[in-house]
């Protein structure tokens, strides 16, 4: 029997995100399909499917095989749900349902069938945002109730995040709280919507509304460290006059925390501290042992910046060089500009002036995420104006002083204005 299984192919490759035009690319499929089937396809039939040996009809268990790759139990499971996994009529689907007053579970099934193709969340992102704009709280809740994310990766979950969370900065706050507190008890929605998003330019208002929120529904340890965290954050870069009533302490199961949360925990730590103690730094080097060190230190190297903890800062990137400046996801920009800073202060502190430059040269701060757009453009401008003040350059000063109080009337980050006075002309 002649089978159709030129789309199954393509979205093999879509999947995989490996486009076959060599024999190399398809060896990388060929360990790509390894490592998530019980049962592998042998290189040579997938040479004879992608047609680098002469063609032959595969066989129902080789396109079963492939099907089991997409999420699907057989090949004919697939074909039958294929209108819903293929990319334009998943975007008709949702299209047809933005003209529906009420969502049904049945039809999140079906987009749980488009899911299975992870490059399909955006496209349920912006019909999400169109849900909130039109204020259907009912609709949300069946979306986030029912929804599949199990098997969709951190990069994607996190645009989706920045997506949603984007489309409630821009809604009425009273609205926007409301549909906070009633989705915030659901996991999916707090987990990969609400927590991930950082919102810096705000946290001296509606979010910290919004901190206090997630406290309220906090479902585990690691939220309650997370909203104390931010809460220290406020406390810090506002320079809040009165004290912080909140203990900052490792609670059970800190060790299975995200490595971002971790990194934080102790970037407030190093934040509280007079001077950094060698017990601090040996617990930070332990933590390296099992850790993604790219996402490990994404605050805590701000927080040695904002301290002029230059020595630390320099035995770490003497370790971990390498690891900090690695770009294998798509948010590795946001961490690569702060490393780049941080990197652009040890030149500075070194007087290698034009180091530091060509560090700074090499961020561009419109790919910033925008959770973190205000906070990383206030580091990267201290980090021009004290570049400009050793150089005695009057005019390239004034600027960075004025970019810097501008993002401090935003954020409320009065933190930056007081170390900035240190490096004016």
Same mark, same amino acid.
């Given at each position: 029997?002649?089978?159709?299984?030129?789309?199954?192919?393509?979205?093999?490759?879509?999947?995989?995100?490996?486009?076959?035009?060599?024999?190399?690319?398809?060896?990388?499929?060929?360990?790509?399909?390894?490592?998530?089937?019980?049962?592998?396809?042998?290189?040579?039939?997938?040479?004879?499917?992608?047609?680098?040996?002469?063609?032959?009809?595969?066989?129902?268990?080789?396109?079963?095989?492939?099907?089991?790759?997409?999420?699907?139990?057989?090949?004919?499971?697939?074909?039958?749900?294929?209108?819903?996994?293929?990319?334009?009529?998943?975007?008709?689907?949702?299209?047809?349902?933005?003209?529906?007053?009420?969502?049904?579970?049945?039809?999140?099934?079906?987009?749980?069938?488009?899911?299975?193709?992870?490059?399909?969340?955006?496209?349920?992102?912006?019909?999400?945002?169109?849900?909130?704009?039109?204020?259907?709280?009912?609709?949300?809740?069946? @979306?986030?109730?029912?929804?599949?994310?199990?098997? /969709? =990766?951190?990069?994607?979950?996190?645009?989706?995040? %920045?997506? &949603? $969370?984007?489309?409630?900065?821009?809604?009425?706050?009273?609205?926007?709280?409301?549909?906070?507190?009633?989705?915030?008890?659901?996991?999916?929605?707090?987990?990969?919507?609400?927590?991930?998003?950082?919102?810096?330019?705000?946290?001296?208002?509606?979010?910290?509304?919004?901190?206090?929120?997630?406290?309220?529904?906090?479902?585990?340890?690691?939220?309650?460290?997370?909203?104390?965290?931010?809460?220290?954050?406020?406390?810090?870069?506002?320079?809040?006059?009165?004290?912080?009533?909140?203990?900052?302490?490792?609670?059970?199961?800190?060790?299975?925390?995200?490595?971002?949360?971790?990194?934080?925990?102790?970037?407030?730590?190093?934040?509280?501290?007079?001077?950094?103690?060698?017990?601090?730094?040996?617990? @930070?080097?332990?933590?390296?042992?099992?850790?993604? /060190? =790219?996402?490990?230190?994404?605050?805590?190297?701000? %927080?040695? &910046? $904002?301290?002029?903890?230059?020595?630390?800062?320099?035995?770490?990137?003497?370790?971990?060089?390498?690891?900090?400046?690695?770009?294998?996801?798509?948010?590795?920009?946001?961490?690569?500009?702060?490393?780049?800073?941080?990197?652009?202060?040890?030149?500075?502190?070194?007087?290698?002036?034009?180091?530091?430059?060509?560090?700074?040269?090499?961020?561009?701060?419109?790919?910033?995420?925008?959770?973190?757009?205000?906070?990383?453009?206030?580091?990267?401008?201290?980090?021009?104006?004290?570049?400009?003040?050793?150089?005695?350059?009057?005019?390239?000063?004034?600027?960075?002083?004025?970019?810097?109080?501008?993002?401090?009337?935003?954020?409320?980050?009065?933190?930056?204005?007081?170390?900035?006075?240190?490096?004016?002309?």
């Amino acid at each position: 029997m002649k089978y159709d299984y030129a789309q199954l192919l393509i979205d093999v490759q879509k999947k995989s995100n490996i486009a076959i035009h060599s024999i190399k690319d398809l060896k990388m499929l060929n360990i790509e399909l390894e490592c998530y089937l019980v049962k592998p396809i042998g290189f040579n039939t997938l040479r004879r499917l992608f047609g680098f040996l002469p063609s032959t009809n595969p066989s129902i268990s080789t396109l079963n095989t492939l099907s089991k790759y997409l999420g699907f139990s057989s090949f004919t499971n697939y074909k039958n749900h294929q209108s819903n996994y293929t990319e334009w009529y998943f975007q008709q689907k949702l299209l047809r349902l933005q003209s529906q007053k009420n969502i049904s579970v049945e039809a999140v099934e079906e987009i749980n069938i488009g899911l299975r193709d992870e490059n399909n969340l955006l496209y349920l992102a912006y019909f999400i945002t169109y849900q909130i704009e039109k204020n259907n709280i009912k609709n949300l809740q069946t @979306i986030f109730n029912h929804i599949h994310v199990s098997n /969709i =990766s951190h990069t994607q979950l996190h645009k989706m995040s %920045s997506i &949603v $969370i984007t489309s409630l900065i821009n809604t009425q706050e009273d609205k926007a709280l409301n549909l906070y507190s009633t989705l915030i008890p659901n996991e999916i929605f707090r987990n990969n919507i609400t927590l991930p998003y950082i919102n810096y330019a705000h946290l001296n208002s509606r979010y910290s509304k919004i901190l206090a929120i997630i406290e309220n529904h906090a479902a585990n340890s690691s939220d309650l460290l997370f909203v104390t965290l931010m809460k220290y954050y406020r406390h810090f870069y506002c320079e809040k006059s009165f004290d912080f009533k909140y203990k900052i302490e490792k609670p059970k199961g800190f060790s299975n925390f995200y490595s971002v949360l971790k990194g934080r925990y102790y970037a407030c730590c190093i934040m509280k501290s007079n001077q950094i103690t060698k017990k601090l730094k040996r617990e @930070i080097y332990a933590e390296c042992e099992n850790i993604k /060190i =790219s996402f490990f230190f994404e605050e805590i190297i701000p %927080s040695l &910046v $904002i301290k002029s903890e230059y020595d630390f800062l320099i035995e770490i990137f003497d370790r971990y060089y390498e690891e900090l400046l690695e770009s294998d996801i798509w948010s590795t920009t946001t961490s690569n500009a702060l490393y780049l800073i941080g990197l652009a202060n040890i030149n500075w502190k070194n007087k290698q002036l034009s180091s530091a430059k060509i560090n700074l040269e090499l961020i561009n701060l419109e790919l910033i995420e925008l959770a973190y757009f205000e906070y990383v453009s206030l580091f990267y401008y201290l980090t021009k104006l004290k570049i400009s003040y050793s150089e005695i350059n009057y005019v390239d000063n004034k600027q960075e002083k004025l970019n810097i109080n501008k993002l401090v009337k935003l954020t409320g980050f009065t933190k930056f204005s007081t170390l900035s006075k240190e490096y004016y002309l």
